[in-house]
């Protein structure tokens, strides 16, 4: 089938969808159709390019022209004049500030940043047409490692980038993919982590939605480096355009041999599942997810054995995140020494955050790791919205909170290390002074309570009370001594959950602690005393509600 | 579709089980999944009815009991809630007269607490079935359900 020369890509997402978004999309389908020209123009419901202010927008590619402020009435002017007379409709260009990426731009703020790795396509590309995939030097890695290189080749190379996990821990990829080609045995799988499960993080989705074929490559390349035939995509079942692209690319790159038996003649065959979730957070802990999959409860596993060693039904299984997986083609193209020169030495490449909160343009943006939170929230989300910086939380619901004093700390892992913190998922959430750290606090500590899965005491019972205390602290009735309890949870929780969910809670806790413990002592209602504990089956069944 | 269609689509193996319950589910009018209907899936698959319970219960997409024709999540994890969650919920309750794990008596929404949805770029947030809408305020929420309702008129209208 003739694939359209181009397309019309309207962002549909949370934001744009109440704008009417779909109205603009189906109007430019319409239209088009209209005057015949639906073989040629094809018009594609897309995820958000990133950070703008100009409505519902479009970009007709390759033209390379992004159109803003649309509404059905002006599509009908703007297929008239773009598509039947050919030429841009002048009135609704969006000009320079539109939000499109462009990989070969130098930033003009930040020029020590290079372009962009991961979202390089999202936006540029139709996801749906695997020949533009193709063309942007698509599936080049893919063919280079089946032709020239021996799977342990690829797994140096990957070593040689010093590209680190992008899910959150920050594990070196390279040594991760080694342990799992190490193993022996004919049968290993690779997993590719689209839970997303982390509150603010949503970079994943974006780049499924925008450029589904990057991650099926990345997971290709690992299948054969560690020597699997078998991927799975693991997806949170709420991500509905990220299922289908992914379902849409899968079929396309079999229908191509990319996938499927003996690709390009290489004796190398290697295919692609997807499984769905059904709504946990702790199913993105990586053993958890690997139950799911084998259709239980999200239960993790003790480790060791790690998932190199046993993982899905008992085999060698590697699991990555997207993010990191989608960078995995530009290091096999182009080589570990090109994908340094961006980043710095601790954390080489890009990374992909999700910038939120009380900021002007909230949204995605792909950076190197040495900017900080300074120049994110200054350059990058357009300043604060209202009022000024109070806090953020780096990494998600699970992550660290940041006072004032660390504005100027570069975000990556070992300036973040040395003055105690962690990157994290790459969701940065900004805060404003009409937050007040108890009541925030508690919003965390309520969705880890609801989030734990109840396999161990210390995370079932300890972020019960953690919500219970904070929700006390943040209407100011906290009892004298529910610091110190809430510090002594922290401790328990930190040594003796099972998993990482129950570790995690310290991470905000603690760091809260550290910058505003005077605000959260104001909390606690001095004259009150705290009262006997009631023991009676009663209050102990109304606790456990 | 029958149950023994479901598991003959995906296969008759636990590793299925999670995609068989979506579309058991997602095929009940009643978006649930029925006691007498788990109970023929664990005849068909082999595993104890307790154990399907257990797994059903683990997952938030999953429900026991009957729900309305449109459900509608408010995310309520830390991202929306610092940008007025609270106030969605209380515009929700008003307007639909329900509370949380409640379905209006007319069956035609229930409401629901969902974690992070992967929108939080324009929170706050909620989703009603695959519809995910944000930078929600009171109107909109409003203005929202009103497009529902209207919808289900006029189809209602057309099947006459
Ligand atoms: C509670 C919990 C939730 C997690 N959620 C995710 C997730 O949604 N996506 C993800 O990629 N990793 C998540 N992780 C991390 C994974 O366990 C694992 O480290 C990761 O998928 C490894 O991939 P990477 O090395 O490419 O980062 C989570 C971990 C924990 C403890
Ligand atoms: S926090 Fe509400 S959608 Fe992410």
Redesign the pocket.
Same mark, same amino acid.
């Given at each position: 089938m003739a694939q359209p020369r181009t397309v019309v890509m309207v962002p549909v997402d949370a934001d744009t969808v109440t704008i009417g978004a779909r109205a603009v999309k189906n109007r430019f389908a319409e239209a088009i159709g209209r005057r015949g020209l639906a073989a040629e123009v094809s018009v594609l419901e897309v995820g958000s390019f990133g950070p703008s202010d100009a409505g519902v927008i479009a970009a007709v590619q390759p033209d390379g022209i992004v159109y803003g402020g649309l509404s059905p009435e002006r599509v009908d002017r703007i297929v008239e004049e773009h598509f039947v007379k050919g030429r841009p409709c002048r009135e609704w260009l969006l000009a320079g500030e539109h939000p499109l990426p462009d990989p070969r731009a130098t930033d003009s703020r930040h020029t020590q940043y290079a372009g962009r790795i991961v979202l390089d396509n999202c936006g540029r590309i139709n996801p749906e047409n695997i020949d533009e995939y193709i063309a942007n030097d698509g599936y080049f890695a893919f063919a280079k490692a089946l032709s020239e290189m021996r799977p342990d080749a690829v797994v140096e190379q990957v070593k040689k980038s010093g590209l680190r =996990?992008? =899910? =959150?821990?920050g594990?070196p990829?390279g040594i991760?993919w080694g342990f799992c080609a190490a193993e022996t045995g004919p049968e290993k799988y690779v997993i590719c &982590?689209a839970?997303?499960?982390?509150p603010g993080t949503f970079k994943d989705r974006l780049i499924m939605e925008g450029d589904p074929h990057k991650v099926i490559e990345g997971m290709a390349l690992c299948g054969y480096a560690i020597g699997a035939n078998q991927g799975y995509i693991y997806i949170r079942g709420e991500y509905k355009l990220s299922i289908e692209r992914l379902r849409q690319a899968i079929t396309a790159a079999r229908a191509y041999g990319l996938l499927g038996k003996n690709i390009l003649d290489s004796g190398f065959d290697f295919d692609i599942d997807i499984k769905i979730g059904a709504g946990a957070?702790?199913c =993105?802990?990586?053993t958890a997810l690997i139950e799911s999959m084998e259709g239980k409860r999200g239960l993790p596993r003790l480790k060791p054995p790690f998932p190199a060693q046993q993982g899905f039904r008992n085999k060698p299984t590697n699991? &990555? &995140?997207?993010e990191?997986l989608a960078n995995i083609p530009a290091i096999v193209y182009r080589g570990a020494d090109w994908f340094r020169r961006a980043g710095t030495e601790s954390m080489p490449g890009t990374k992909v955050y999700t910038i939120l909160g009380h900021v002007r343009r909230p949204g995605l943006i792909e950076v190197s790791g040495g900017v900080t939170l300074r120049d994110i929230i200054d350059d990058y989300a357009g300043g604060m919205q209202s009022g000024s910086f109070k806090m953020a939380q780096l990494g998600g619901t699970?992550g660290d909170l940041l006072g004032e004093e660390m504005l100027d700390v570069p975000l990556n892992y070992d300036a973040l290390e040395k003055v105690g913190h962690v990157l994290g998922s790459g969701a940065i959430l900004i805060m404003n002074e009409t937050i007040g750290v108890c009541d925030f606090l508690h919003a965390c500590m309520r969705f880890f309570a609801h989030e734990s899965c109840g396999n161990c005491n210390p995370c079932r019972n300890g972020l019960r009370w953690l919500s219970v205390i904070t929700e006390r602290l943040k209407s100011g009735t906290g009892y004298p001594g529910d610091i110190e309890i809430m510090e002594e949870i922290a401790t328990v929780l930190k040594t003796a959950a099972f998993?990482?969910?129950g570790q995690?809670p310290a991470g905000p806790l603690n760091s809260a602690l550290r910058y505003f413990r005077p605000e959260i002592e104001k909390g606690i209602d001095v004259t009150s005393a705290r009262p006997k504990p009631d023991h009676t089956a009663r209050a102990l069944a109304t606790f456990a509600g | 579709m029958t149950v023994s269609r479901i598991v003959e689509k995906h296969g008759n193996n636990r590793e299925n089980l999670l995609q068989i319950m979506h579309d058991i589910q997602d095929a009940a009018t009643d978006r649930c999944l029925h006691r007498d209907v788990l109970d023929e899936l664990s005849d068909i698959m082999n595993i104890p009815v307790a154990d399907l319970v257990g797994t059903a219960t683990f997952y938030s997409m999953f429900s026991l009991t009957p729900r309305g024709r449109h459900i509608i999540r408010l995310c309520e994890s830390p991202p929306c809630y610092i940008l007025g969650s609270d106030n969605i919920l209380e515009a929700l309750r008003e307007r639909l007269d329900i509370g949380i794990g409640e379905t209006t008596p007319d069956g035609l929404f229930t409401l629901e607490h969902t974690s992070c949805l992967g929108a939080c770029g324009v929170a706050p947030v909620m989703s009603i079935d695959d519809e995910v809408y944000g930078n929600l305020t009171t109107g909109k929420v409003n203005a929202i359900i009103d497009q529902i309702v209207e919808n289900q008129i006029a189809a209602a209208r057309n099947r006459k």
């Open positions: =996990g992008r =899910g =959150g821990a594990f990829t991760k &982590n839970d997303e499960g982390e957070y702790v =993105g802990e990586e699991v &990555n &995140n997207v990191t699970a998993c990482p969910l995690s | -």
